[in-house]
């Protein structure tokens, strides 16, 4: 490659070009990471799994103060 | 040699504890009765913003305890979840949801059941702040409970039974840290290794490369076993050399899972003032606990085949470095404390033998029982005991001046019947959904028939009674099971925690009656052997017919 060539691709405007052209090396946006993260739904099951196992004793606790 | 070997362990254990029952006991009943607070208490007590002058009624410190245990419980999910990016993790990677759940419920419960290899699946960080923590605080809130039970018997007409906050503050800073402290030394100058080395590659004899683990054992175990607790930092838990590395520590271990269970009657007498009170629960604990190590052993020793009889004794899965005693004195007191931790495995024992660990838990873990929850157990025992006696013989029923009424026994009741009704049903929706059914037995069973049953048995009974050992040969890392043991081990903790602590503010509402003629002794050796067969009716009339199914039948084959 002559130097005048890779002098060329080195410019960041020129490679920032590039690498959109080929859809390779683009920063995402905030909103795009956000939409491609996957929901921890498994996570959401289970936290909200343990709150509820704690009301039902809870709910058990309020049951046994009016025996 | 080998019965000299033996004798001399239980001399050494009997001894030990005897010297240590009257100091430790009398050590707890000051923690929980001074009105003074230690500098860090107070500075702690401003943190959280506690007032430790005020008490609470019994619904307020459950309240306490069930807040503590959920925030502690979400702590260490995300501590989990959040492994690979953590300090000291070692490289590994975040632990999977089902298994997080699952180990979150089982340290906070005071179980310890690991589904998993923890050497190769948790971090140091997550070791440390996460399971040694609850190692920590779980067992201090068992010891909390019983003493607010206690506390229950011991008042007249009084609405509060303690603080929670600061019975448990107590529990920890004063108790259960500094003995973890002086018996982490013993067992480091002992052998067993304390380092953040992580693994290193050593090249063996044979030429082969090995990774040898290392990390933060020694201070760990001591805890593990101080607070009946009995998760092991290696697999093997403690048949690795590296957490029990000699006769010695296998001993001291026994000691440290036997000290507070076997000293807190002590507590309870010097705190209801009568210490003759505490003797007849030490004897009954004392009592159950000798007659099932005898059978075991003698089990044991007695196995059927021709290799067993060569071998003088059923020899697979035992801590072959110290023989048949230590292997069944070590499972004894593993599973009638609430510890779990196993020095030999006992799905290998023979199937009488391996239904004794089963029916220890059964018991309800009160022989001599975890810490705190073993007192508060043979306590609710003694309620029934009292009743039963009552009914009996005529006499009203009446246990240290407390009159034993219909609430009370409506709450002992419902106290005995949670945990066999959570093992029991799920051991039943194991093998009556057809889609688990066959998860189960395809993927978890690794032995077809009795043994699987027992196997599933044995999980069930171990998670609901929060002891946390295993019958190995089942794969319980399944979403399955993952969940429906998590959700056991916390059922079977909070709601047990839930009715003892309604019975101490109902005692604790009570004036005391004097004793007369018709009072039922509770301090002689009649009442003695009535508790004791209370205990074990109690506990064949539930559970009779699955064993039926499991080891008698698997016995008989």
Same mark, same amino acid.
């Given at each position: 490659?002559?130097?005048?060539?890779?002098?060329?691709?080195?410019?960041?405007?020129?490679?920032?070009?590039?690498?959109?052209?080929?859809?390779?090396?683009?920063?995402?946006?905030?909103?795009?990471?956000?939409?491609?993260?996957?929901?921890?739904?498994?996570?959401?099951?289970?936290?909200?799994?343990?709150?509820?196992?704690?009301?039902?004793?809870?709910?058990?606790?309020?049951?046994?103060?009016?025996? | 040699?080998?019965?000299?070997?033996?004798?001399?362990?239980?001399?050494?254990?009997?001894?030990?504890?005897?010297?240590?029952?009257?100091?430790?006991?009398?050590?707890?009943?000051?923690?929980?009765?001074?009105?003074?607070?230690?500098?860090?208490?107070?500075?702690?007590?401003?943190?959280?913003?506690?007032?430790?002058?005020?008490?609470?009624?019994?619904?307020?410190?459950?309240?306490?305890?069930?807040?503590?245990?959920?925030?502690?419980?979400?702590?260490?999910?995300?501590?989990?979840?959040?492994?690979?990016?953590?300090?000291?993790?070692?490289?590994?990677?975040?632990?999977?949801?089902?298994?997080?759940?699952?180990?979150?419920?089982? %340290?906070?419960?005071?179980?310890?059941?690991?589904?998993? #290899?923890?050497?190769?699946?948790?971090?140091?960080?997550?070791?440390?702040?996460?399971?040694?923590?609850?190692?920590?605080?779980? /067992?201090?809130? $068992?010891?909390?409970?019983?003493?607010?039970?206690?506390?229950? +018997?011991?008042?007249?007409?009084?609405?509060?039974?303690?603080?929670?906050?600061?019975?448990?503050?107590?529990?920890?800073?004063?108790?259960?840290?500094?003995?973890?402290?002086?018996?982490?030394?013993?067992?480091?100058? #002992?052998?067993?290794?304390?380092?953040?080395?992580?693994?290193?590659?050593?090249?063996?004899? #044979?030429?082969?490369?090995?990774?040898?683990?290392?990390?933060?054992?020694?201070?760990?175990?001591?805890?593990?076993?101080?607070?009946?607790?009995?998760?092991?930092?290696?697999?093997?838990?403690?048949?690795?050399?590296?957490?029990?590395?000699?006769?010695?520590?296998?001993?001291?271990?026994?000691?440290?899972?036997?000290?507070? =269970?076997?000293?807190?009657?002590?507590?309870?007498?010097?705190?209801?003032?009568?210490?003759?009170?505490?003797?007849?629960?030490?004897?009954?604990?004392?009592?159950?606990?000798?007659?099932?190590?005898? %059978?075991?052993?003698?089990?044991?020793?007695?196995?059927?085949?021709?290799?067993?009889?060569?071998?003088? $004794?059923?020899?697979?899965?035992?801590?072959?470095?110290?023989?048949?005693?230590?292997?069944?004195?070590?499972?004894?007191?593993?599973?009638?404390?609430?510890?779990?931790?196993?020095?030999?495995?006992?799905?290998?024992?023979?199937?009488?033998?391996?239904?004794?660990?089963?029916?220890?838990?059964?018991?309800?873990?009160?022989?001599?029982?975890?810490?705190?929850?073993?007192?508060?157990?043979?306590?609710?025992?003694?309620?029934?005991?009292?009743?039963?006696?009552?009914?009996?013989?005529?006499?009203?029923?009446?246990?240290?001046?407390?009159?034993?009424?219909?609430?009370?026994?409506?709450?002992?009741?419902?106290?005995?019947?949670?945990?066999?009704?959570?093992?029991?049903?799920?051991?039943?929706?194991?093998?009556?959904?057809?889609?688990?059914?066959?998860?189960?037995?395809?993927? #978890?069973?690794?032995?077809?028939?009795?043994?699987?049953?027992?196997?599933?048995?044995?999980?069930?009974?171990?998670?609901?009674?929060?002891?946390?050992?295993?019958?190995?040969?089942?794969?319980?890392?399944?979403?399955?099971?993952?969940?429906?043991?998590?959700?056991?081990?916390?059922? $079977?903790? +909070?709601?047990?925690?839930?009715?003892?602590? /309604?019975?101490?503010?109902?005692?604790?509402?009570?004036?005391?009656?004097?004793?007369?003629?018709?009072?039922?002794?509770?301090?002689?050796?009649?009442?003695?052997?009535?508790?004791?067969?209370?205990?074990?009716?109690?506990?064949?009339?539930?559970?009779?017919?699955?064993?039926?199914?499991? =080891?008698?039948?698997?016995?008989?084959?």
């Amino acid at each position: 490659m002559d130097t005048v060539r890779a002098r060329f691709l080195a410019n960041p405007r020129v490679s920032n070009r590039m690498s959109c052209r080929y859809g390779t090396h683009v920063p995402p946006s905030g909103r795009v990471v956000l939409l491609q993260m996957e929901l921890p739904v498994l996570d959401i099951v289970y936290v909200l799994g343990v709150i509820a196992v704690f009301a039902l004793v809870g709910v058990i606790g309020w049951g046994v103060e009016k025996l | 040699m080998d019965v000299f070997f033996a004798i001399l362990q239980v001399a050494s254990l009997v001894l030990i504890l005897s010297l240590l029952y009257r100091p430790v006991g009398d050590y707890m009943a000051h923690i929980y009765t001074s009105r003074k607070d230690l500098k860090v208490e107070r500075g702690f007590y401003r943190v959280i913003g506690v007032d430790s002058s005020v008490e609470q009624t019994w619904q307020s410190y459950l309240r306490g305890v069930l807040a503590f245990s959920v925030v502690g419980l979400l702590f260490v999910y995300l501590l989990q979840r959040f492994q690979a990016v953590l300090p000291y993790s070692l490289g590994l990677p975040a632990v999977p949801e089902g298994l997080s759940f699952n180990t979150a419920a089982s %340290f906070v419960a005071n179980t310890n059941w690991q589904s998993y #290899s923890p050497d190769l699946t948790m971090g140091y960080t997550v070791q440390i702040a996460g399971l040694a923590v609850q190692n920590f605080v779980s /067992a201090a809130v $068992g010891i909390a409970i019983a003493i607010a039970l206690v506390r229950g +018997f011991r008042r007249r007409e009084s609405a509060t039974i303690g603080n929670f906050w600061v019975d448990l503050t107590r529990g920890i800073l004063r108790l259960l840290l500094p003995v973890a402290v002086l018996g982490a030394v013993v067992l480091i100058a #002992s052998g067993v290794i304390q380092n953040f080395n992580g693994f290193t590659e050593v090249t063996t004899l #044979s030429g082969g490369i090995q990774n040898l683990p290392g990390g933060p054992v020694a201070s760990q175990e001591v805890i593990k076993n101080l607070g009946t607790n009995g998760g092991g930092f290696f697999n093997a838990n403690a048949a690795h050399p590296f957490e029990n590395p000699n006769a010695w520590t296998s001993l001291f271990q026994n000691v440290l899972m036997l000290m507070i =269970p076997f000293a807190l009657p002590r507590t309870f007498g010097r705190l209801v003032g009568n210490h003759k009170q505490g003797y007849a629960i030490l004897a009954v604990m004392g009592t159950i606990f000798v007659a099932s190590l005898t %059978f075991l052993t003698l089990c044991e020793l007695n196995g059927a085949g021709t290799a067993p009889q060569l071998a003088g $004794g059923a020899m697979e899965g035992k801590e072959q470095r110290f023989g048949i005693f230590a292997s069944t004195l070590f499972g004894s007191t593993s599973t009638l404390t609430s510890t779990g931790a196993v020095n030999s495995m006992h799905d290998s024992y023979t199937s009488l033998g391996g239904m004794m660990p089963m029916i220890n838990m059964m018991l309800g873990e009160v022989a001599p029982g975890g810490v705190g929850s073993g007192l508060y157990g043979m306590l609710v025992l003694a309620i029934i005991a009292v009743f039963v006696g009552g009914l009996l013989v005529g006499r009203t029923p009446e246990y240290l001046g407390k009159k034993i009424g219909p609430k009370e026994i409506k709450l002992a009741s419902l106290y005995i019947l949670v945990t066999p009704t959570i093992a029991l049903l799920g051991m039943a929706l194991s093998f009556a959904i057809p889609a688990v059914r066959a998860d189960v037995e395809s993927t #978890s069973i690794w032995n077809a028939g009795t043994h699987g049953l027992s196997e599933v048995l044995y999980a069930f009974v171990s998670a609901s009674n929060n002891n946390g050992s295993a019958f190995a040969g089942l794969t319980a890392n399944t979403p399955w099971f993952n969940t429906a043991l998590g959700v056991a081990m916390l059922l $079977g903790r +909070f709601i047990p925690i839930v009715l003892v602590l /309604a019975l101490a503010g109902s005692l604790a509402a009570q004036d005391k009656t004097p004793a007369t003629s018709g009072t039922l002794p509770t301090h002689r050796p009649q009442f003695v052997g009535l508790l004791i067969g209370v205990t074990v009716i109690i506990t064949a009339l539930t559970y009779f017919p699955v064993l039926a199914l499991g =080891p008698l039948a698997e016995g008989l084959q």
